[in-house]
């Protein structure tokens, strides 16, 4: 049990307790004799019998009733019902041992599911376990596999949950089955369970009398946090962002010369274009992007164009899409404007996760103007090494064009919110302070602080209202105090709500944009969205940066960089002094096909025995991604660099020019070697020119 | 050594000294009885009625008419004093309350269901008692035994009377509070707060 300590049994309990795990282990030798040769006589099952009343955990004992029931039905002699009654009531004699034990319910949910035995104790027989122990999750499981069975209306189940937390109301089980009933009857429109506002609302009223009777009891929260979720949840997938955006200039350099170009964080520049991204950014994952679903008109299009998800998982499933317009074939003429339209959702198709349906259509337009070529020669090196000292950038001041960054018409992709949203979210704001100034409690102060992020989500700053962000970063912040158990999600939530902050307005970003200046102090073509001593340990508020083209991450507390591989135009990114432990966190990296310039110096690359978050990544192992095996063995035939895979499978699919990992433990000489041959494109490497 | 004997006639008692002599047998008397025993005095402890003494009795039927009936007297501190040539005795009196003024009897005619159950009844006189769980009197009552003849009971739910709202739940728990619809939520909050406080 939780928080008892172990007390050392004393000398007489000491010999008891060998004397009967002696006569146990003698049990359970024959029963897995008797398992191990098929051996099914009343002897053998009396036998086994035994030893799951006397350790009903044992799982291997459940199998082989299972396998024994098997048999016996197999002999045309057998009563099945009689057979059946057997397993119920040793079942009953287990759990009464021990009614925590899974594998026993197990075993009855397959004895019912059999469909020879009576339902009709069942509930009588839950009622008396569920008043033994009225929080076992396994009780509550089989009450709901049971209530199915029975046709028990989910409103009587529901008038269940009710008693029983009136009883005690500190019973997650019992709160979370509310839920599960209340979706199910939320979702087929029950009579008197639609409006879905009236339910929540009476349930809202429900559980204040929990968290208010004791607000360190987190079982009422819990359900609270799912309100909440359900106030606020959008079920339909919505285009959230684009790139380009609705409205925008996009300028296309005919040469490696970016002198002289006109510059805006709205209307982009490309440099060498061969071809054109067109990023798709949602609210949550879907499916069935094609050209069908998004058609594209353009001069610039001239074959059938193939939409990909941006998904490590090899899913047909995303959040973020992205299509290339191929220009390589197409010779493009100076001073011409060519125009691009997109149309989303025209025809049906695009689906969520959930099953829901994109019902928004919208439309994107805008322009790409082709630049004159410079009249200067290119140079012949091919461009200079990148540096991301503070010399190298300068502020802006100011945007010449008067255009918002986040365009008037991007309000077409946000949802017509209900008032009913906005105002329930806003009363149970004013319930959680009038209870923190009662009593001051941690999941308070939490709960406050994501109904206030849920507010401003709600009402978006083109209403004129003030936004709650500062008040959220400083309830962070003292739960990083009070708490600190929990410091890293606390930590990471203000990580996204700072982000949301700065990426918010033009004009709360314009501080973190400056233009780049290479080694010779002329301003490049590279606006530079500089990030960095944030102390961010989270990336966040993607779908306001699918424009930069140029990032400053470093001196920040990131450990994965989540989200990231939807910045398709992204060419330079410098995440050096940050704490990314493993290869596998830079996952998203990997699908960034415009990168050019990645620093990663100053992390902990090779300083972990313990790679976290390799499991989250696709990897030869989990055969989720194509790897390219013969490639991998070419590269590391002349190295014993197996370890390296992690790398590889980063690396192996990028076209860097320059790559720094100073300052990692992985960087030695082997090392270098093998990333010089997994990056045949490479110039930089560590600061110092490749040969 | 301790005796307890209801005494119907005068026989002869065996030994003849002791070291305290007890008459009347409600509850203040037993308690006494058994102190003086446990510390190893003897005891003779009398009473001159059929049943146990005054306000403490469980009587049956015919008991509690006669009690009822009878003149309520004890023999007094002084017949004892009377009895007695030794200076060595000490007498003191125990000061018994009353528990009614007056009492009036009404006899019904007996039907065949009383005459059939008389027997199954007994009338507690003090009626049940509400001790604290921590009470003083607990420890007593498990350090002398006697709770092995007692039977205890919790008790579920408290009242108190309004004159406009009739008998009004006293919330004493937990759940209580979180079912009641009458208290505000933060009068809800504060009030267990006062319980944790108070635990």
Redesign the interface.
């Known amino acids: 049990m939780h928080g008892r300590p172990r007390k050392a049994l004393k000398q007489e309990d000491e010999a008891a307790s060998a004397a009967k795990t002696e006569k146990l282990r003698s049990v359970q030798a024959q029963f897995l004799a008797n398992h191990h040769n098929h051996i099914y006589s009343k002897e053998a099952l009396d036998l086994s019998a035994k030893l799951l009343e006397v350790n009903p955990e044992c799982y291997t004992a459940w199998n082989y009733r299972k396998l024994a029931v098997q048999h016996f039905l197999s002999n045309s002699d057998s009563d099945p019902h009689s057979i059946f009654d057997d397993e119920l009531k040793l079942v009953e004699n287990a759990l009464r041992k021990n009614f925590k034990s899974y594998g026993a319910w197990h075993h009855r949910k397959w004895v019912l599911n059999k469909g020879h035995s009576s339902i009709d104790n069942e509930m009588r027989l839950l009622n008396g376990f569920q008043k033994m122990d009225p929080r076992n999750f396994h009780a509550w499981n089989y009450r709901r596999f049971v209530a199915e069975l029975m046709k028990r209306s989910d409103e009587d189940e529901l008038k269940y949950t009710e008693e029983v937390i009136a009883t005690n109301f500190s019973n997650y089980s019992a709160w979370h089955n509310r839920s599960v009933l209340l979706s199910n009857l939320l979702k087929r429109k029950a009579e008197g369970y639609f409006p879905k506002e009236k339910v929540l609302e009476e349930e809202f009223e429900h559980v204040h009398n929990a968290i208010f009777t004791d607000p360190d009891d987190q079982s009422g929260w819990f359900y609270h946090l799912w309100l909440i979720q359900q106030t606020v949840k959008i079920d339909a997938p919505l285009l959230v962002s684009s790139w380009p955006s609705h409205g925008s200039n996009i300028t296309l350099i005919g040469d490696n010369d970016l002198r002289g170009c006109g510059l805006s964080l709205l209307n982009g520049t490309l440099s060498n274009p061969g071809t054109l991204p067109i990023i798709l950014y949602f609210n949550q994952a879907v499916e069935g992007i094609n050209s069908s679903t998004v058609a594209i008109k353009s001069e610039l299009l001239k074959e059938e164009l193939i939409w990909k998800p941006l998904s490590m998982n090899n899913s047909n499933t995303a959040q973020f899409w992205v299509v290339y317009l191929n220009l390589g074939n197409f010779e493009l003429q100076p001073s011409k404007t060519y125009s691009v339209e997109i149309n989303i959702g025209h025809s049906k198709g695009i689906i969520s996760s959930n099953g829901n349906h994109f019902d928004d259509p919208s439309q994107i337009s805008c322009k790409v103007f082709v630049q004159t070529a410079s009249s200067e020669p290119t140079e012949g090196q091919g461009g200079k090494r990148t540096t991301w000292k503070d010399t190298n950038f300068q502020k802006i001041d100011h945007f010449q064009e008067s255009d918002s960054i986040l365009p008037a018409d991007q309000n077409h992709h946000i949802p017509t919110t209900s008032n009913w949203c906005t105002e329930e979210i806003g009363e149970e704001i004013t319930k959680v302070r009038d209870l923190l100034s009662e009593y001051d409690c941690k999941i308070g102060k939490l709960t406050l602080a994501r109904l206030l992020s849920a507010l401003d989500s709600l009402s978006f700053q083109y209403d004129g209202r003030k936004s709650n962000t500062e008040e959220v970063l400083q309830l962070y912040t003292d739960l990083m105090k009070l708490d600190p158990t929990h410091y890293l999600y606390y930590k990471d939530e203000h990580s996204l709500i700072s982000l949301k902050r700065i990426t918010s307005t033009r004009d709360s970003l314009l501080p973190y944009c400056h233009y780049y200046k290479d080694a010779t102090e002329t301003i490049t073509g590279y606006v530079c969205l500089r990030l960095r001593n944030l102390s961010l340990s989270r990336m966040g508020s993607i779908e306001n940066l699918l424009w930069v083209q140029m990032l400053d991450l470093s001196h920040n507390e990131l450990q994965s960089v989540e989200g990231l591989e939807a910045m398709q135009l992204l060419s330079c990114l410098n995440l050096s002094h940050n704490k990314f432990g493993s290869f596998t966190a830079l996952e998203p990296v990997r699908l960034l096909k415009s990168l050019k310039v990645l620093n990663i110096s100053y992390n902990e690359l090779g300083s972990h025995s313990i790679d976290t978050t390799r499991y989250l990544c696709s990897s030869p192992v989990s055969h989720a991604e194509e790897f390219a095996w013969d490639r991998f063995e070419l590269l590391t035939d002349s190295i014993n660099a197996t370890k390296f895979w992690e790398a590889f499978l980063i690396f192996g699919s990028l076209t860097l020019t320059e790559l720094n990992i100073t300052g990692n433990a992985v960087a030695d000489e082997n090392f270098r070697s093998f990333l010089v041959k997994v990056l045949p494109t490479l110039k930089w490497l560590d600061d110092e020119e490749l040969s | 050594m301790y005796l307890i004997i209801v005494v119907f006639s005068y026989p002869s008692i065996d030994p003849v000294n002791f070291d305290l002599i007890i008459v009347g047998t409600a509850l203040s008397e037993c308690v006494i009885a058994v102190a003086a025993s446990v510390v190893g005095k003897t005891i003779l402890h009398l009473d001159p009625n059929s049943f146990y003494d005054s306000h403490f009795a469980s009587l049956s039927f015919h008991n509690l008419t006669s009690y009822l009936t009878s003149p309520h007297s004890l023999p007094s501190a002084a017949t004892v004093v009377a009895s007695s040539n030794s200076d060595d005795i000490v007498v003191v009196d125990l000061v018994h309350q009353p528990f009614y003024t007056d009492a009036e009897t009404a006899t019904y005619d007996e039907s065949v269901f009383l005459s059939e159950n008389l027997r199954k009844f007994n009338i507690d006189l003090g009626g049940p008692r509400a001790l604290f769980c921590a009470d003083k009197t607990i420890d007593l009552l498990m350090k002398s035994g006697a709770a092995q003849y007692l039977e205890f009971k919790g008790i579920d739910e408290s009242f108190v009377y309004e004159a406009n709202a009739g008998l009004v739940n006293v919330l004493d728990s937990?759940?209580m509070?979180?079912?009641d619809k009458k208290l505000s939520?933060?009068e809800?909050?504060?009030l267990?707060?006062f319980f944790k406080l108070v635990q």
Do not use: D, M, Y
């Open positions: 937990r759940g509070i979180f079912r939520l933060e809800k909050n504060q267990i707060r």
